[in-house]
């Protein structure tokens, strides 16, 4: 185990100065998460273009350093993407958390993939897995239009 | 693991009873427990404790991973569909009295009928009565034919348009009768009524699978399973697990605390408020694996071996009145001696180191019927091999000579 | 038993976490265990295992007077008049759901308060709550002051003409407030109110003489109290257990069972349905064995003095924010660090062998009104000694660093 | 232990052969007892005259051998007696069976004392002594008039 992987320079940036920690006035898509065990919550907030494109996101919430940098970085690497790349790329991230090492999609560039590899460390730490997948599942069950509310202890991690 | 010394991983069967070998036939009571399940606890308690699910820290996160490992292997050894329709109770009976409680809560009113057996255990009583008291439901009883049985036939006649629940054993465990649950469950089914089965006898001596029974609610005691007091199972679909309301209220089990109210968690910690057994749980993990590893076919073949055996010799006996005879009978001989009272039977057994059990076994309705105010009781685990037999038979012929019977 | 050096009565502590030795300070959600206590449910199941009170046989006897003997040793530890006022339950979460379920049933109705306070655990507000649904009680909420204290006078200020029975902590598991029970006790019967104390605090870590404090019931959890898991207590005045109605049902629990009618057994099998966690009750009174070699005096002056060391480091550091500030403060110190989240804080802390919890420790009621989603805490038991708090603190240091706190 | 001194040549032909097995028409004074854990169930009838003597006892129920003949010992053994000696006879044989291994009393004389005195073998066997009490336990709340029926699980042995 190694803190200094799981607390990265990046993490701990993303966790004290969130980028997008906000919300959205015309979001058309949104979804709530929460983590009973610790408390966290995240409120994820979409708006789709008329092309199927993510014109913004955004989230509101508080957490733990981990759950807050998730939020950020996934926030961050959304904006623009297609919204049939979501799925994908989300995937690919929960893998990469569960199981593999590595990133797989070839719908991010090496830059985006370096950034969410930051979040890699957290594979050492099953308690806190699920804090940094709540936003990304929050953000599938956005995507879905779910109406239930994200809750860590339900998903599959 | 060879079945036939099994007895060996048991410790207990190395102490003596009043300077006999413990014979040990009574485990339709409560079974003894392998060295594996014990040690587990032990190792436990001194090398991994922790509470459950509720701290980030080491120890509470190996245990939050050995108590959910407890729930899948229930789940495997169940053939239940998902994880989540495995709740953990303090015994069989907290699992019967759950259902009721929240099933009567929710569906039933004045004049409904909750359908149960002349079989069932108090624990399969009671808590409908108390729905009786506090709701005005009927509570009707199924009746057994000579044999101490119950047939799917005597269970079709005492539905009815209003009957809103069917509660049964799986095996008396009094008779040993073994209910046609499948049977039972699909005429119930035809006609919506949810079935629970009271596996307490069923679940350690029968090959279980819950999507095969197709049962709503089966309720487990594992401490008769060679596991752990102070634990059971209850399986429910999950369809019911989220449908009915909460049980006891809690740690654990809640999602959101406002003064105004709460909203509670998801499946499978709704119905677990508290902390849990956690020891428990964990080692009974232990008592699958030791029922795996011999393999429910072999435990199924030797128990129906011995209890062949045991019928023979008893049936020999001409004192010995033998209780029921149903045609599909699991691990459990009840009998009478005519002249000697079983609470006599029971002492005199005692003292060459034979555990049986007198009584009403729980069931004063059976008893009732039976016009009998007790019964003496073998029953049977998986240890057991037939020389106990011969040793239970020589001291009911000693129990004769005392009381001067021929 | 010398206190001093009592870490070596607890296996656990020969154990390395991360390389590193355990320091636990994670005691108020679930204490370690003594071998003895280890030591008992092993040779119980080993060597003398079976149910309790419903055979005759010699390992029958055994168990169940095994099984009795705790009763009594509890009731003497709790200094209570009658050993049938101790009932044992799965945990403290079960006896507050047995009151709350069995006196609102009897004596609640629509427009009736239920009093408790801010501090509650979800285990004494969820079983009040399940009563707003299904009878239309209200729920009153004691405040507490700005040290984290629930004081007589917050509690004689929410007393109305309606309420009905008075639930509340002995010790808060957030602030470690001292309630003043005994002073709120008679004010409550002063105006004919009875009264159930959450001991789940307050048991492992007070002088508890039931006759002196007076209150109606003492709920209690065992694996908190150097006990087993899956085992809690209810103390209840004799009074009460005669005239409530059962909870559960069950075999155990009753005289006599026909088809149209049951009666109860008497105390305290009334509230003992079905098999109970026998290893573990007989096991809980070497737990009180345990406790007794010590001396609640010297517990009590040792966790003071504990206390009031941790405190001292803790509050030195210029970053930590000790969370309630009671005069009478017992076992817990919960804190927050400005700028790191508690569940940051427990990761990096576990990574040097230091077990604390962070979330809201079941007090979601308490968080909300001190505007804080989590916190950390850190609890004590008999086994923590004051380097433990050194490597607490330095641990937090090291949180700090990371975090580029000054 | 000794199963010879439990089942004594008389306890088993009492047991067999319960005298007393019976109701009495014109009773003044009667109770019932029962031992849940057995199933063990006893009716005393007491017929009191005016001298305070027991004129008649009798009972009816059904059990093992040692509640039977210690149904059948005491009735033959209280017919005749005073009713103010009845408190220290019961107490006398309580004792006998819990604690000490003689008979105290001077009520007795010396064969009904061995008649009792057949009963102490109960003594190894702690699950039997409610077996042997039982009717004595009934005897008294016959006397006292208690509404409640007697529980073996409720009295003191
Ligand atoms: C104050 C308080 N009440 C109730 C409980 C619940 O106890 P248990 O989970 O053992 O039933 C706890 C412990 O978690 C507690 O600290
Ligand atoms: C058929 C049956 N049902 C229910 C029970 C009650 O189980 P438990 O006492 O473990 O809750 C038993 C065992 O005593 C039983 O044999």
Redesign the interface.
Known sequence: ?N?KE??QEII?DHG?NPRNLKSINDYNKDAKG?N??????VHIYLKLNNNMKIEDISFEG?????SMASASIMTELFKGKEKKDVKEIVNDFLNMIKEKSELSTNILNDDEKTKLMCLSGVKQ????VK?ATLSWHTLTSAMNNDKEDV?T??VKI | MNIDNIKKEFPIFNNKVHNNDLVYLDSANSSQKPKTVVDRIYDFYTKEFSNVGRSVHYLAVAATNLYENTRVSVQKYLNAKDKDEIVFTKGATEAINLVANTFGQKYLKEGDEVLITELEHHSNYVPWHYLRNSKGIKIEFAEINNDGEITLESIEKKITSKTKIIAITHISNVTGAILPIKEITKLAHSKNIPILVDGCQGAPHLKLDMQDLDCDFYAISCHKMYGPTGLGILYAKKKWLEDLPPYQGGGGMIKEVKKEGISYGDLPNKYEAGTMATAQVIAFNESIKFLEKIGIKNIVSHEKELMEYGLEILKKNNSVKIIGNPKNKGSVISFTIEGVHPHDIATILDEDGVAIRAGHHCCQILHEKLGLAATARASLGVYNVKSDFDQLNDSINKCKKIFDLK
Chains 1, 4 share one sequence.
């Open positions: 185990m803190l799981l607390y701990l004290k929460h009973p065990l610790c408390g966290d919550k508080s957490g733990c350093a981990i730490y099953p308690m806190r804090c809750n202890e339900n």
